[in-house]
T-cell receptor, first 116, second 108 residues
Framework: KAGVTQTPRYLIKTRGQQVTLSCSPI?????VSWYQQTPGQGLQFLFE???????NKGNFPGRFSGRQFSNSRSEMNVSTLELGDSALYLC???????????????FGPGTRLTVL | KNEVEQSPQNLTAQEGEFITINCSYS?????LHWLQQHPGGGIVSLFM?????KKHGRLIATINIQEKHSSLHITASHPRDSAVYIC??????????WGAGTKLIIKP
């Protein structure tokens, strides 16, 4: 079974631009979570999607948004990029269902975003 | 005070030593995860547990729900175990709350 894939793996943008990151979960997984990891802040939760609905959201500004498609693939968008948005963005999928919510998470390799 | 506290923050040991990493949390949880992150970013889920003890090879994870504490043990440590070990707890709102991580270096 293929693991979680993220594209692109590396990205360089300039301030003010926007960026879209993509995550394909493990086949059959309907829950996708996004995390931002920076050296100073560690892992920070962005949001979680389950069956195309945002189920939970972390404390990030509205510039950070996401969506999930019917095939469970998810995208994350950051608009008006700031230097502080430079980070490793990780996506994780798990086999949560409507009743079985708490399952092991499987992480993708991440997208390293550099904002210049 | 952070909701998830890990100790130690950094740990250096010799190959073969028995390693213990601790995680204490202050919120009600439904599950606790131990994850491993190698240089370069890749994160691997090691354990998810909600009670008792789990073992995978040289790794053992325990949790005490009453004391709100979990430990990750590595027996016969090896340099390839060098990584950051992260404890994360899942609260009632599905969100994972992360510890700051423990950086482990095993010297040959």
């Amino acid at each position: 079974k293929a693991g979680v894939t993220q594209t692109p793996r590396y990205l360089i943008k300039t301030r003010g631009q926007q960026v879209t990151l993509s995550c394909s979960p493990i086949s059959g997984h309907r829950s996708v979570s996004w995390y931002q990891q920076t050296p100073g802040q560690g892992l920070q939760f962005l949001f979680e999607y389950f069956s195309e609905t945002q189920r939970n959201k972390g404390n990030f500004p509205g510039r950070f948004s996401g969506r999930q498609f019917s095939n469970s693939r998810s995208e994350m968008n950051v608009s008006t990029l700031e230097l502080g948005d430079s980070a490793l963005y990780l996506c994780a999928s798990n086999a949560a269902s409507g009743t079985t919510l708490y399952n092991e998470q499987f992480f993708g390799p991440g997208t390293r975003l550099t904002v210049l | 005070k952070n909701e998830v506290e890990q100790s130690p923050q950094n740990l250096t040991a010799q190959e073969g030593e028995f390693i213990t990493i601790n995680c204490s949390y202050s919120v009600g949880i439904s599950a606790l995860h131990w994850l491993q992150q190698h240089p370069g970013g890749g994160i691997v889920s090691l354990f998810m547990l909600s009670s008792g003890k789990k073992k995978h090879g040289r790794l053992i994870a325990t949790i005490n729900i009453q004391e709100k504490h979990s430990s990750l043990h590595i027996t016969a440590s090896h340099p390839r175990d060098s990584a950051v070990y992260i404890c994360a707890v899942r609260g009632s709102n599905y969100q994972l709350i992360w510890g700051a991580g423990t950086k482990l270096i095993i010297k040959p």
